[in-house]
């Protein structure tokens, strides 16, 4: 994806913008981890979204000034010693190249140009990404940036720009779904390798090695998320990320995994028995988790609701523990199952949503990941797909990859590895 797709991009958001406006991104940097050592960078997914750079440090400015567009990338002074130590940043050449903008100029002018741009206004407005987790979440650059332009320029009124960019990146382009279809690619190799090299008494770290490796050998250079492997019990809590247990033999092992391709996420969940041959009550319980995981899956269309989708899967959960003899009544469901069924997917592997009850639309990538988990039993299950929304109904991206109990045993009693 080059210049004319985030050229595009930027004009539908600068349509949802005021006259006498201007949006600023920033790329962000990348936290102190200890001493002199940083935390890997990762760009801010709304800049990266808006300019394809990958860089720390850089600003996007995107102006509307009586009608009139203009779009400058302001990039990072270079520091040619500086880059004898950390390597090469970016140059104008390549700026204008990825990113489209009209102009390209250094960071060192940002404050000048801002104050020329805005200071003979009487009114101004000036969009930010603001978004906040949560109340005594840390300030972001964009909200350091906010409280020091609102003191000095009394005029201006700061606005949010973060819904109207959600609701872009909530609409997948073409070429954003070929990214995620080449995430999800690699992601299921990653899990065929998991199930040829399962064996009793590993480590659950030591069988995720085999993904990392698997997705590190085709280029990817960070994971969608922190895999989970749980084995056993491990897997009836939904977030376990320790990955130290021993697998033993009889024991199912949960993957929740995901590649990342060009900052565009994969976000899988497959169970399969570490022995290869599951038992029958492991079977039970799968297909029970299967069954409910096909038919939301056939509901996703355009016009359906995430509210009307979590009903079903709610109902079919609740249905499936009392024909499993887990419970009495149904509507006790919340025991054995207590996530929703899924969420967005793409630059983020939990996408930026502006409600969580939205409407699907063509374009809109979603997960559905329903499951069972039943400490007692120390069964957990959870199955996972990627489905894009079509004009007339959905796709499954992970239509390839291995699912049934059926074909779990197979595969698994062919290729793995003694």
């Known amino acids: ?59 996007l400015l995107m102006s509307k000034i009586n009608g009139k567009e203009k779009n400058i990338l302001f990039i990072k002074d270079i520091d040619l010693e500086l880059e004898k130590w950390i390597g090469k940043s970016l140059r104008e050449n390549e700026a204008l190249d990825i990113a489209g903008v009209d102009e390209v100029m250094f960071k060192s002018t940002f404050e000048d140009y801002f104050h020329r741009l805005i200071s003979m206004k009487e009114e101004f407005n000036l969009y930010l990404d603001l978004e906040r987790d949560a109340f005594n979440s840390m300030n972001s650059i964009s909200q350091i940036f906010a409280k020091e332009i609102v003191s000095k320029y009394p005029q201006i009124s700061v606005r949010n720009i973060y819904a109207s960019i959600a609701a872009l990146r909530l609409i997948k382009s073409n070429e954003e779904i070929e990214n995620i279809k080449e995430a999800i690619k690699i992601t299921i190799a990653g899990v065929e390798t998991l199930m040829k090299n399962a064996q009793d008494g590993m480590k659950e770290y030591e069988l995720e090695a085999y993904f990392d490796f698997n ?88 016009g359906i609701t995430t509210a009307e989708l979590n009903a079903k899967a709610n109902y079919l959960l609740g249905e499936a523990c009392v024909s499993l003899g887990l419970l009495e009544d149904k509507k006790d469901f919340r025991k054995y199952y207590f996530h929703s069924i899924g969420h967005s997917l793409g630059l983020d592997t939990h996408d930026v949503i502006i409600d969580r009850n939205f409407t699907f639309e063509p374009g809109m990538v979603y997960t559905v990941e329903p499951g069972l988990y039943i400490p007692e039993e120390s069964i957990g299950i959870r199955i996972e797909d990627d489905i894009l929304v079509t004009e007339d109904g959905s796709i499954n991206l992970t239509k390839d990859m291995i699912k049934t109990v059926e074909e779990i045993e197979d595969f698994m009693s062919r290729n793995r590895i003694n």
């Open 1 to 59: 994806m080059k210049g004319q797709f985030y050229k595009a991009k930027r004009h539908k958001l600068l349509e949802k913008v005021k006259d006498n406006s201007v949006i600023v991104l920033f790329a962000g940097n990348a936290p102190k981890k200890t001493a002199d050592e940083a935390y890997p960078f990762t760009p801010n997914r709304n800049f990266y979204y808006l300019t394809g750079v990958q860089e720390p440090d850089h600003i």
């Open 215 to 302: 997705c590190k050998s085709k280029g990817v250079k960070d994971l969608a998320f922190n895999t989970i492997a749980a084995t056993g019990k491990n897997a009836t809590v939904l977030h376990y990320v320790d990955n130290n247990a021993e697998m033993k033999d009889g024991d199912l092992i949960l993957f929740d995994l995901g590649a990342q391709y060009k900052y565009y996420n994969a976000d899988i969940s497959r169970t399969f028995p570490v022995n290869g041959k599951f038992t029958a009550r492991q079977k039970e319980v799968y297909n029970a988790v299967l069954k409910v995981n096909e038919e939301i899956i056939k509901t996703i269309k355009p």
